[in-house]
């Protein structure tokens, strides 16, 4: 048909692809804003284009701190070239991991079972458009041939064609895909642990620490808090543990507050060390290791008597106030390891600085104390390791040895003002539930042993803010950035946050933290539980269904959801004398405990709580007059040895607790209860610390 004079024909509009990262919330999302590569983020309009165009999805998954992702990120995802491929080929889908950790576990997972070893980050993965099944999957590539790895793009149109080619088979590998990842996670249940059992489990967790320089096998060296958390609770529980567990336990915490994982002039810890020695770390600092590390360290200090283990504690939780808790109480994610480009070098010296900013006497006390006068340790220049006692090191340098804490405190602060100038890493200031959680716990635990009021604040800043923020009714949300909070959380949110609130409950009293912690447990049986195979999914049974339902036991960068909720219902079973508690719990372990029989070190959490279980820690409910229970709590707190769960609940102030439910006389009264034996109650304080000996005896 002729076009009449005058007209056009307008062709069939095309919907323009684009980079959506732009209006994220989280950092990392927000770092790759400016790619070439038109970035989706993993949601519902992203999944349709891929099975729409008929296109696999490129899935990328890494987090702000990561010093690869960075690397990447640079030489592939901003070249042009690079891009254009990615484009061309695919639906590409950048993941933060912190924000979707369902993600990041499935596809791990995946990565390992088509790998056959272990994955990382960044993680980088194909999927079908349809199933979202991986056909292929790997970490950091490089833009060219490299060290026996292939180039990036070489592999973007090699994948691509393998889809192509085989299109018709995929709806059989997607199929196969979820069959498969269901049996790898599969549970082998096995009956509750003889306690025989566990103190194999201990000695097994010793043949795998280095006895000299501290940790768990060979380098890269994680701190493993979990399991060294599980043979202090046995060094600190009876005063016949084998001295082997105190030395192994000291062995590792000297090297790692000791050595180049600390960061000596800042405080707080960094992720991991790169070498056997924990000289020189992966310099990102991250908030759920140093919630964990400082409560481990304030325990350590009161289980072996340690003073120093105190300092670095405290050092710890004034770093994480100064430099991670935002002003509406939130913790933030995460530091950098890079700074202007470069891994570590915001916290690394070279001699002719040290000896600008200090004085001749203090540079001397410095580099003895410091180790300064060997070769540079990390590229040139020199990360910050104590290698001698502060005592030592001014001997070594002419100082009386009475000076030598003055000393290190005078060069600590004017070195760490030094570095305070230069261009600080970036922070990711998202805030994570189950992190923050974490870090609630961690300031309640290390405030109340180590009688830090200012800890104590910052936990309830945190806990406010996530009242504030993350909850809308029950439910939680896991994220949250510049006041806007999103994505269903998690179980490691709901798990954390009920511990974070039991923890505070032995700090002060409040009826409506019981309240908040019995809803959040009682919720997580309801929609976590795989009712069938055991244990506790991941994620609710209102979540997004993905390619697979990822439950696990086992610790990684934190401890297991399924391990702290075992413990937790026990300690609140025997609060309450609430059975349905205890039975719900041993259910939950025994899912795990022939895979924790098998593999000791992955299972730190687990073995707490089957600990927990044969030997029920002691409970001491505080009733009668309100001042004068707290009074006997801080002073029971202080006495030798790791405190048990003291609760000050005053006359009448509580109608879940049944000891406390009435009321009683005016004055104090301890019941001291284990497991659900409660001795005759105290009247007398100085009666009390005997007592209580009596019990864990």
Not at 118 to 147: D, K, M, N, S
Not at 303 to 325: F, G, K, N
Request: charged letters at 25%; proline letters at 6%.
């Amino acid at each position: 048909m002729p076009i009449p004079q005058g007209q056009s024909i307008t062709p069939p509009a095309v919907e323009k692809i684009r980079n959506r990262l732009g209006s994220e919330t989280s950092p990392y999302l927000l770092q790759h804003a400016g790619n070439p590569v038109h970035w989706q983020p993993w949601d519902a309009d992203a999944l349709a284009r891929a099975t729409r165009e008929d296109k696999p999805i490129l899935l990328s998954i890494g987090y702000s701190a990561c010093h690869w992702c960075h690397i990447m990120a640079h030489e592939s995802f901003a070249d042009e070239a690079t891009a254009t491929v990615m484009n061309r080929l695919y639906v590409n889908i950048k993941v933060d991991r912190e924000e979707r950790p369902d993600l990041d576990r499935v596809y791990q997972i995946a990565h390992q079972m088509l790998t056959r070893r272990a994955g990382g980050w960044p993680l980088t993965v194909v999927l079908t458009p349809e199933g979202h099944a991986p056909i292929f999957a790997g970490t950091y590539f490089p833009p060219e041939p490299r060290h026996g790895m292939p180039a990036f793009r070489q592999i973007l149109e090699q994948v691509e064609a393998h889809y192509r080619r085989h299109r018709e088979e995929m709806s059989d590998h997607d199929e196969a895909m979820r069959r498969n990842l269901k049996q790898l996670t599969r549970l082998s249940p096995g009956e509750s642990p003889a306690p025989d059992e566990l103190e194999g489990a201990a000695r097994a967790m010793l043949d795998d620490t280095d006895r000299d320089l501290g940790g768990f096998g060979r380098a890269p060296k994680f701190p493993h808090v979990t399991a060294l958390e599980f043979l202090l609770k046995r060094s600190g529980s009876t005063a016949s543990a084998p001295k082997t567990i105190d030395e192994a336990i000291a062995v590792t915490l000297d090297a790692m507050s000791r050595g180049g994982l600390f960061d000596q002039l800042g405080g707080g810890f960094f992720r991991y060390s790169v070498d056997d020695a924990w000289t020189i770390p992966h310099f990102e600092k991250m908030l759920y290791d140093n919630a964990l590390l400082m409560p481990l360290y304030a325990q350590a200090a009161r289980v072996l008597e340690r003073s120093d283990y105190r300092r670095i504690a405290i050092e710890t939780a004034e770093w994480t106030i100064r430099e991670m808790q935002l002003e509406d109480g939130g913790y933030c994610s995460s530091l950098d390891a890079d700074s202007e480009g470069e891994e570590g070098k915001y916290y690394v010296f070279d001699i002719a600085e040290i000896e600008r900013v200090l004085d001749a006497g203090d540079c001397a006390f410095a580099r003895n104390l410091l180790g300064l006068d060997g070769p540079p340790n990390f590229e040139g220049r020199y990360h910050l390791n104590r290698r001698l006692e502060l005592a030592e090191a001014a001997v070594a340098a002419g100082l009386d040895p009475g000076c030598a804490d003055a000393a290190w405190e005078r060069s600590r602060r004017a070195l760490l003002l030094y570095r305070e100038s230069r261009t600080r890493p970036d922070r990711d200031d998202k805030c994570l539930t189950s992190w923050n959680a974490l870090m609630i716990k961690g300031m309640a635990v290390t405030g109340r042993l180590l009688g830090c009021d200012d800890l104590l604040d910052s936990a309830e800043r945190a806990l406010d803010f996530l009242r504030s923020r993350h909850t809308d009714g029950i439910r939680l949300y896991a994220s949250s950035r510049d006041g806007v909070a999103h994505l269903d959380a998690y179980l490691d949110d709901y798990v954390f946050f009920a511990d974070a609130l039991l923890e505070l409950l032995k700090c002060r009293w409040r009826e409506s933290d019981l309240d908040h912690c019995i809803e959040l447990v009682d919720f997580v049986l309801e929609h976590f539980r795989d009712s069938d195979g055991g244990g506790l999914f991941f994620t609710a049974d209102f979540h997004e269904q993905l390619l697979h339902r990822p439950k696990a036991g086992t610790d990684e960068s934190v401890p297991s959801g399924n391990g702290v909720l075992g413990r937790l219902l026990l300690e609140l079973g025997h609060l309450l004398g609430e059975t349905r508690y205890l039975d719900e719990a041993r259910a939950i372990l025994e899912s795990y405990s022939h895979d924790m029989l098998r593999y000791p070190l992955g299972h730190g959490a687990i073995l707490t709580a089957w600990k927990e279980w044969h030997h029920p820690g002691a409970q001491v409910i505080i009733t009668g007059n309100r001042a004068e229970a707290q009074e006997w709590q801080t002073r029971l707190n202080y006495e030798p040895g790791l405190p048990p769960a003291i609760y000050a609940i005053g006359n009448g102030a509580s109608r879940r607790v049944p000891l406390a439910a009435t009321r009683g006389p005016g004055n104090a009264v301890a019941w001291i209860c284990a497991g659900s034996r409660c001795l005759p109650p105290v009247t007398r304080y100085a009666l009390l610390p005997a007592a209580l000996a009596r019990t864990v005896e």
